[in-house]
């Protein structure tokens, strides 16, 4: 163990309670990423913990004291400033991640797989984002189309994921077809109003810029000028799989997300997502990204459960 001390002077209150947070909980967050204790008596900060994590929370410290000149910064910034912090493999020359026309103007790759993840989508008319929770794998995906329609590149968005969850299928729930998809899709809608706006999506879906469409009722269409999201594609089928990528049609653009840890399809049934993984890893045109527990860009504690389970299973 060894402490690393770090102050701000001359002291000025006003930042320094928003580098703390209300009751110190932006200290909280640095301390269970970094897995260090941090204390402080007015504008110094003493950090204990192993040497080299020690170090980079006073890096984090100054770096998050710096962005509260002449405004407050809030518990998110932390912890995706955490996140870019923590990810293995960054560097000071690293490339820029690609800028994505949204109303988020801070919104980039946070990790060096989400700007590849970017970079890839932009490059490639077919792009899979395999990985665990949190990594943004949906929502970078969403973003992009964001972007795509903002920019005129295609006309419309369709948002597809399979309606299986948990054993229950369509048939079971109550309402017409949108009723019965739109729990389904809810990660996705959330994603859109985020980035657009709640009108703006609204006056979309009714034009019919914005689609929704179950995986099931994909089958006999050819999809031209369109942003094609599938999401939880670990529950497609190998046929379903296959089926989805032959819609695509002149001027589109497809993202498949999945997590293959969390495949809910009946005991034995192979997922499209992993075989699609083997059968199609070499061809020209399609691109993988497949993130990893580093990847994560949540609360701090999301990442430590993933490694922790990741540990279980081995």
């Known amino acids: 163990m060894k402490t690393e001390s770090v102050s701000f002077s001359p002291a000025d209150n006003r930042r320094l309670s928003s580098l703390c947070g ?23 900060f003493a950090v204990r913990g192993d040497p080299e994590k020690a170090r980079l929370a006073v890096s984090a410290l100054e770096r998050f004291y710096l ?39 801070n919104l980039h ?21 395999i990985g665990p929770a949190g990594t943004g794998k949906t929502y970078l995906a969403v973003a992009s189309a964001v972007d795509a329609i903002e920019r005129e590149w295609v006309k419309r968005i369709i948002l597809v994921r399979p309606a299986v969850e948990a054993g229950e299928r369509l048939g079971f729930l109550p309402g017409d077809m949108t009723q019965k ?3 389904y899709l809810r990660p996705l809608y ?5 980035l657009m706006g709640f009108d703006r999506v609204g006056r979309l879906f009714e034009s019919g810029a914005i689609e929704v469409a179950p995986l099931a009722y994909m089958r006999g269409r050819t999809l031209n000028h369109s942003f094609i999201i599938l999401d939880e594609a670990q529950n497609t089928t ?8 032959t819609r695509m049609g002149f001027g589109s653009r497809a993202v498949i997300t999945g997590d293959v840890t969390q495949v809910d399809l009946a005991k034995g049934q192979r997922s499209g997502l992993v075989e699609a993984a083997a ?17 994560v860009v949540r609360h701090p504690l999301v990442q430590l459960i993933v490694n922790a389970y990741q540990a279980y299973e081995k």
């Open 279 to 295: 059968v199609l890893r070499k061809v020209p045109g399609i691109a993988f990204t497949h993130f990893q527990a580093e990847d």
């Open 190 to 194: 959330d994603a859109l109003y985020d």
């Open 67 to 105: 962005q509260t000149k002449g405004r407050d910064i809030d518990i998110e910034e932390i912890q995706l400033g955490l996140v870019e912090l923590l990810s293995p493999g960054r560097s000071e020359g690293q490339a820029a991640s690609p800028m994505l026309m949204t109303r988020k103007s």
């Open 181 to 183: 998809i739109d729990p």
């Open 22 to 44: 209300a009751l110190d909980e932006n200290l909280r967050q640095i301390e269970v990423a970094m897995g260090v204790s941090i204390s402080r008596r007015g504008e110094h």
């Open 109 to 129: 790759g946070r990790t060096p797989r989400q700007t590849e993840y970017l970079e890839c989508i932009q490059k490639h008319d077919i792009t899979f984002g």
């Open 238 to 245: 190998p046929e379903q799989m296959k089926m989805f990528l």
